[in-house]
C-alpha cells in the first residue's frame, strides 16, 4: 500500500521561500511528481523526479532521496498566484497516488 | 496541441441511477487514468487503461468500471449511484512510455452530485 505524508497547511508572505516536504513510502517505485492545483480546478504538473537530487524549474525546485522516502518542493519568490494546494504523487507502476496535499497561502 | 477533455462538465444524478462520464485524451497519448476527488479523501486512484486494456485498477468497488477505445478515448461507469459518489472525477493522460514522458496532464474534470 502507499503512505504519503505532506503538512496540510503553510502561509507565507509574497517574495518568501516555502519548503513543503513530503515522506512516502510505496510498494514499488520509479518516480515522483508534484502538481499545483488552485480551489476548483484540475491538477497541473509542475515537476518530476525519478533520480536523487534537486530538479530547478524556474521558481520551483523539486528534491528526491529515494533510500530516504523524501522529497521536497521549495517555491521560491512566492507570488500571490502561488496560493494552492500542492499534492505529492509517487508513481508505483503506472499508478500515482496523491498525498493530501498541502495547502499554500500567500500572504501580501 | 488540445488538453484533456472531459464531457459533461456537471451531472446532477439521483440515487440508483448510473451515469457515463467521457475522457479524451491529448493526441497521442495512450493511457488514460481516472480519478475521484472528494474533500474527505483526497485525489483516489479509480483505474488505468492503457490500448484498450485496464493495467491498473484502484480499491473501488465494481460498480465502477470503465473502459478505453481504439483511438484511446476512454469511458467510466457507475451503476447504482450513492450520495458518497458525489465527487469530481478527473481524467489524465499520458504517453506512458516510460521516465518523464509518463507525466499525466489532468482533464478539468466532471463534477457529480447524487441526490
Known amino acids: 500500500g502507499q503512505n504519503i505524508d505532506q503538512p496540510t497547511e503553510m502561509t507565507a508572505t509574497e517574495g518568501a521561500i516555502v519548503q513543503i516536504n513530503c515522506t512516502y513510502q510505496t510498494s514499488g517505485f520509479n518516480g515522483l511528481f508534484w502538481y499545483q492545483q488552485h480551489a476548483g480546478e484540475a491538477p497541473t504538473f509542475l515537476s518530476y523526479n525519478v533520480l536523487d537530487g534537486l530538479e530547478e524549474k524556474g521558481r520551483f525546485s523539486s528534491f528526491l532521496s529515494r533510500s530516504k522516502g523524501y522529497s521536497y518542493l521549495l517555491l521560491k519568490e512566492l507570488q500571490m498566484k502561488d496560493s494552492a494546494s500542492y499534492l505529492c504523487a509517487p508513481r508505483d507502476d503506472y499508478k500515482l497516488s496523491f498525498g493530501a496535499g498541502t495547502t499554500v497561502t500567500v500572504r501580501a | 496541441k488540445a488538453g484533456v477533455t472531459q464531457t459533461p462538465r456537471y451531472l446532477i444524478k439521483t440515487r440508483g441511477q448510473q451515469v457515463t462520464l467521457s475522457c479524451s485524451p491529448i493526441?497521442?497519448?495512450?493511457?488514460v487514468s481516472w480519478y475521484q476527488q472528494t474533500p474527505g479523501q483526497g485525489l483516489q486512484f479509480l483505474f488505468e487503461?492503457?490500448?484498450?486494456?485496464?493495467?491498473n485498477k484502484g480499491n473501488f468497488p465494481g460498480r465502477f468500471s470503465g473502459r478505453q477505445f481504439s483511438n484511446s478515448r476512454s469511458e467510466m461507469n457507475v451503476s447504482t449511484l450513492e450520495l458518497g459518489d458525489s465527487a469530481l472525477y478527473l481524467c489524465?493522460?499520458?504517453?506512458?512510455?516510460?521516465?518523464?514522458?509518463?507525466?499525466?496532464?489532468f482533464g478539468p474534470g466532471t463534477r457529480l452530485t447524487v441526490l
Open positions: 487503461y492503457f490500448s484498450e486494456t485496464q493495467r
Open positions: 493526441s497521442g497519448h495512450r493511457s
Open positions: 489524465a493522460s499520458s504517453l506512458a512510455e516510460g521516465g518523464p514522458t509518463d507525466t499525466q496532464y
